[in-house]
């Protein structure tokens, strides 16, 4: 999935370096660098010094080949947390399939939805032994941060579906 999201932000031409994929696309460096090197050994994308320590990321042909014919299949899987999710759906996005991006989004929101109804587990419980109430209370916050992932996930969607294309999208 990272190295999906990286041919899609890499895609429209931009190069990134290490720390652009972390601090922007917000994708850890223990996560980029296993990425990139495989991305690299596929001939996926291709790196250049630009300046001294720092390499300079850009996608080749053939990684825009490949994320084009593969990006679907990355843009359906469930999503573990939500920085997979938001990546989920930028893939079709940086595709200019705006309703796509969207769906991913409403249906990362449903799965939140889903698990926070699963937690939701009723008042704290008096007098009880202190791991049953601590088990109890962080399904609740849990319950409710989902419930915030969801609702925020329903708003970007929203947006989504009434904008348009990005910059290099096909549209």
């Known amino acids: 999935m990272v190295g999906a999201f990286i041919l899609a932000l890499l895609r429209d031409?931009?190069?990134?370096?290490?720390?652009?994929?972390?601090?922007?696309a917000m994708i850890p460096t223990g996560a980029s660098i296993p990425a990139l090197k495989k991305l690299m050994a596929k001939g996926m994308i291709e790196a250049r010094r630009e300046n001294v320590g720092q390499k300079h990321y850009y996608i080749s042909?053939?990684?825009?080949?490949?994320?084009?014919?593969?990006?679907?299949?990355?843009?359906?899987?469930?999503?573990?947390d939500l920085g997979e999710a938001l990546r989920s759906a930028f893939l079709p996005y940086a595709l200019g399939k705006m309703d796509l991006a969207a769906e991913c989004l409403l249906e990362a929101a449903r799965?939140?939805?889903?698990?926070?109804?699963?937690?939701?587990?009723?008042?704290?419980?008096?007098?009880?032994?202190?791991?049953?109430?601590?088990?109890?209370?962080?399904?609740?916050?849990?319950?409710?941060s989902l419930?915030?992932?969801?609702?925020?996930?329903?708003?970007?969607?929203?947006?989504?579906?009434?904008?348009?294309?990005?910059?290099?999208?096909?549209?």
Do not use: C, D
Not at 13 to 24: A, C, P
């Open 13 to 24: 031409g931009r190069t990134m370096t290490l720390h652009e994929l972390k601090s922007i």
């Open 61 to 80: 042909p053939r990684g825009r080949q490949t994320f084009e014919r593969v990006w679907f299949s990355f843009a359906r899987r469930p999503a573990r």
């Open 111 to 144: 799965a939140r939805e889903r698990r926070a109804t699963a937690l939701e587990r009723g008042n704290l419980p008096a007098g009880a032994p202190v791991a049953e109430t601590f088990e109890v209370a962080y399904s609740k916050v849990k319950s409710t």
């Open 147 to 171: 419930q915030a992932e969801a609702y925020a996930l329903r708003a970007l969607a929203k947006e989504i579906q009434g904008s348009e294309s990005p910059q290099g999208a096909e549209g």
